[in-house]
């Protein structure tokens, strides 16, 4: 089995519903994003997937989610925006035109960190 991971970055702001506390309230976070892929198979290149496609790819997503405030993206509407929300939101997104992707995991803080992944049946 062969791993490839990129990370990647973006600022946005955000407020979790139906939470008690001072994430209730808007405030930002300079989210960290790692992207997994794995495979068995490599091209003729001897590669899972090119670093740079995986990038580009992952930074379509980032750029329509940085400096926004994500409760008012379409797709969040009505949605807490958790890092456990968006890491899901990355991964499908990625998915759509990726089917290695694996695993994507967002840091809100140096500490905290949610993931994505689909078990194996």
Not at 5 to 27: D, P
Not at 58 to 63: A, F, G, L, P, S
Not at 87 to 94: C, E, N
Request: with cysteine.
């Amino acid at each position: 089995m062969f791993e490839v991971k990129i990370e990647t970055h973006f600022s946005s702001a955000h407020h979790l519903l139906n939470y008690k506390g001072k994430c209730e309230n808007v405030h930002g976070h300079n989210w960290k994003i790692e992207v997994t892929a794995q495979g068995c198979e490599l091209d003729k290149s001897n590669i899972l997937i090119d670093f740079k496609m995986l990038k580009k790819l992952t930074n379509e997503i980032i750029e329509y989610l940085d400096h926004k405030d994500l409760n008012e993206l379409e797709e969040f509407k009505g949605e807490s925006p958790s890092s456990e929300f968006i890491a899901k939101f990355i991964y499908y997104k990625l998915k759509e035109k990726i089917k290695e992707i694996s695993r994507v995991d967002v840091w809100e803080t140096e500490t905290s960190r949610a993931s994505y992944f689909e078990l194996e049946e």
